[in-house]
């Protein structure tokens, strides 16, 4: 069992692969350890590490799965990068790693006409809010959000309306414009 002080020291360790069909299982069990993230079925996660393996990461010390974030291109548009969800171990947080998946994720050929990212998010859960604006920021990007799935309309009232965050990355042109 790999501990917080393990990853700490071996910051550098830390391994970012795309998932394979076998990480389903593992993935679905960080994610039930991850409260208050939503779970999926145990096949939903398969297929994320199926058919969307290639906008989906995976990060790993000594072969143990502390993190995970499911992603894809939108359909149809090529610039807009949704994040679906994203988990780190309780042992591994606040070591920047959902910021070194999101960045990696960025940098993938799968993603080189992305311009936006897109996740949703409560208006209640503070530490994604932290992850985004603090990404926005790191990327000098521009974040904006408007309710999108409402809790009345989309969810019966059941669960609270989520948010569509986007964040405007810049574009290369504008980097070679500010260096």
């Not at 917080?4 to 692969?17: A, P």
């Not at 389903?24 to 996660?45: F, V």
Request: charged residues 25%; proline residues 3%; contains cysteine.
């Amino acid at each position: 069992m790999v501990d917080i002080h393990h990853i700490k020291m071996h910051h550098d360790n830390v391994q970012f692969r795309k998932p394979d069909p076998e990480d389903g299982a593992g993935i679905w069990e960080l994610i039930a350890a991850c409260k208050p993230l939503d779970e999926n079925s145990m096949y939903c996660n398969l297929i994320q590490c199926d058919h969307f393996r290639d906008t989906c990461i995976l990060a790993e010390v000594d072969g143990q799965l502390i993190g995970w974030i499911s992603g894809y291109v939108l359909p149809g548009d090529a610039e807009s990068f949704f994040v679906w969800q994203v988990a780190v171990s309780e042992k591994a947080r606040g070591l920047g790693l959902a910021k070194r998946m999101l960045e990696k994720l960025l940098a993938r050929d799968e993603c080189r006409n992305v311009t936006r990212m897109q996740t949703t998010i409560t208006k209640d859960n503070d530490a994604s809010w932290a992850l985004f604006r603090s990404f926005a920021d790191m990327q000098d990007g521009e974040l904006d959000h408007k309710a999108h799935f409402k809790s009345d309309i989309h969810f019966q009232g059941e669960q609270d309306t989520e948010h569509m965050v986007t964040i405007q990355l810049p574009q290369s042109d504008d980097l070679d414009a500010v260096a």
